[in-house]
C-alpha cells in the first residue's frame, strides 16, 4: 500500500484586496471622519473587498509520485505551493504534509543577500534540519551543478539572475528533502541548464521522493510526471493521467478563433511596447474564420496591438501546438529577412502571419500570441499569459483520390516527388 506523502482535503486561501487608492487607513483618519459626520462615516464603510485564491481544494499524492501542477496565470498554483511549503496558511481546510520539504518558488528562494554562496548552502541545509555534516557531504556536488565554482565565496547579492537561479536549484535538489517542490523558475534558465534540472529531478524521483513540479511547458510536465493536477480558478479541474490532464487542458483552455483586449479582464498584457488589442484566425480576404478549415485553405493569423513606445527589441508572432502538447512551431515576423521587417509605429498595429498550406495533419490545434522584447522581456508568453486560439483543421490533406483522411503523424505536409531517369543515378557512397 503506498504511503501518503500530501493529503490536501477542503483547503481554501482567501486574500483581501487593499484599495491602492487609500492603503492606509489610521485611526486618526477615522476618528476624524466620525467627528465630521458621524451618519456619513458609519454609511461610507464598506466591508472590505476579498477574493478566494484557492477554494474547496482535495487531493492526495503518494510518496514517491511526480505530480505536475498545471493552469493559466492566477490559477492558484504559486499559492498551493506556497501552503505546502509552509510559507503561508490556508484559510480553511488542511493540507498535510509528511517529511522533509525542499523548495524553489522563485530564484533563491530563503537566500540571504548579504551572505555568500558557501553560507547560504549551511544556511539552506540547516533550514531544512540537516547537520551540517550532510551539507557538506553534498556542498562540492552541489556547487558544481550550479557551475559558481569561482564565486562561491563571494555574496550572492552580486550574482547574476543565472547564477542565483542555478545556485537555488541545486541546493533544493541536493540536499536531499522527502518532498521536492519547484515553482516555473527554470524558465529563466538556458536550454542546457534546464535539461540539467529535470534530468536531476528525475533523478530525484527514482530515489523515491516525491517532486511537485509547476510549468506552463506542457512537454516537461509529459516527460517528468506521472500524474498532472489542474487547477482553475482556484479549483481543481482534473487530476489524473498526465496524457488524459494535458489533452484536456490544451482543448478545454481555447475554443475561440478569435480574442480581444475586450474580452475577460486578468491577463496582464498591457505593456507601453505592444499591448494586444486582438488576435484571430482569417480566412485569404482576412474575414474571420468559422468552423473548421481545411488544410489546403489559405488560413491567416491576425495580430493588431497598441504600440505607444516603439523598441527596436520588438519581436511579434504566434506558436502552434497539438492538442497533445507537442510545440509544433513558433514563427516570428523577424524570421524573414531584416528588410521585411515590420516597422512598428505609434498607435495601432496589424500584421498578419500565413500558416503554411497542406502541412496540418486532420485535428485541432493551439495557437498562441508571442510577443517580447528579444531576449529581454516577454510581453505574451505561451503557456503563460499568450492570449490562445483553436484552429480545426478538417480536410484537404492531399491531391490524390487514394488517401483523403487522416494520416499517421502530427503534420501531413505535401510534398514533392520526381521520378528520375533509368541508369542516371548518382553513385551512392
Known amino acids: ?41 458609519l454609511r461610507g464603510r464598506e466591508p472590505p473587498k476579498t477574493f478566494w485564491a484557492l477554494k474547496n481544494v482535495s487531493f492526495e499524492v503518494n510518496r514517491g ?31 498535510e504534509v509528511q517529511g522533509r520539504v525542499g523548495s524553489l518558488l522563485e530564484v533563491g528562494t530563503g537566500f540571504h543577500m548579504e551572505l555568500t554562496g558557501r553560507e547560504n548552502v549551511f544556511l539552506n541545509g540547516a533550514i531544512l534540519g540537516m547537520k551540517r555534516a550532510e551539507t557538506a557531504r553534498k556542498f562540492d556536488e552541489i556547487v558544481a551543478f550550479a557551475q559558481v565554482e569561482e564565486f562561491i565565496d563571494t555574496p550572492i547579492k552580486f550574482y547574476s539572475t543565472g547564477m542565483y537561479m542555478r545556485l537555488g536549484f541545486a541546493v533544493a ?5 522527502d518532498i521536492l517542490i519547484v515553482d516555473e523558475v527554470l524558465a529563466v534558465g538556458d536550454a542546457e541548464f534546464q535539461k540539467k534540472c529535470l534530468g536531476k529531478m528525475g533523478d530525484v524521483a527514482r530515489g523515491g521522493r516525491t517532486v511537485l513540479f509547476v510549468s506552463h511547458q506542457m512537454n516537461a510536465v509529459r516527460a517528468l510526471c506521472s500524474k498532472a493536477l489542474w487547477l482553475v480558478r482556484g479549483q481543481v479541474a482534473d487530476f489524473s493521467d498526465t496524457e488524459a490532464v494535458i489533452r484536456r487542458y490544451l482543448s478545454d483552455e481555447s475554443d475561440a478563433s478569435a480574442w480581444s483586449s475586450d474580452g475577460p479582464p486578468g491577463e496582464g498584457l498591457d505593456n507601453p ?28 493569423v491576425l495580430i493588431e496591438g497598441d504600440v505607444a513606445t516603439p523598441h527596436a527589441a520588438l519581436t511579434v508572432g504566434f506558436a502552434v501546438t497539438a492538442a497533445t502538447g507537442e510545440v509544433l512551431f513558433w514563427s516570428l515576423a523577424t524570421d524573414q529577412t531584416r528588410e521585411r521587417w515590420p516597422v512598428y509605429r505609434q498607435g495601432i498595429n496589424r500584421l498578419v502571419g500565413w500558416l503554411p498550406r497542406r502541412f496540418l495533419n486532420e485535428g485541432d490545434y ?30 484537404g490533406l492531399g491531391a490524390s483520390p487514394y488517401w483523403m483522411h487522416a494520416r499517421p503523424g502530427l503534420n501531413a505536409p505535401l510534398l514533392e516527388f520526381e521520378s528520375l531517369p533509368a541508369g542516371n543515378s548518382p553513385e551512392l557512397p
Open 273 to 300: 511596447h505592444f499591448s494586444p488589442r486582438r488576435f484571430a484566425l482569417v480566412d485569404s480576404g482576412l474575414a474571420p474564420l468559422t468552423g473548421s478549415a481545411g488544410a489546403d485553405e489559405k488560413v491567416g
Open 65 to 95: 509520485e511526480v505530480v505536475g501542477i498545471i493552469g493559466r496565470n492566477g490559477a492558484g498554483k504559486s499559492t498551493l505551493l506556497k501552503i505546502l511549503s509552509r510559507i503561508s496558511e490556508p484559510s480553511e481546510g488542511q493540507a
Open 366 to 395: 493551439i495557437v498562441e500570441l508571442v510577443a517580447s522584447l528579444h531576449l529581454t522581456e516577454w510581453l505574451s508568453e505561451p503557456g503563460r499569459n499568450a492570449p490562445r486560439l483553436r484552429l480545426v483543421v478538417r480536410g
Open 173 to 177: 535538489a541536493h540536499l536531499e528533502p
Open 1 to 41: 500500500m503506498s504511503e501518503t506523502a500530501i493529503r490536501v482535503e477542503g483547503m481554501g486561501k482567501q486574500y483581501r484586496i487593499v484599495d491602492r487608492r487609500n492603503p492606509y487607513d489610521t485611526l486618526r483618519e477615522r476618528i476624524m471622519d466620525f467627528a465630521r459626520s458621524p451618519i456619513a462615516a
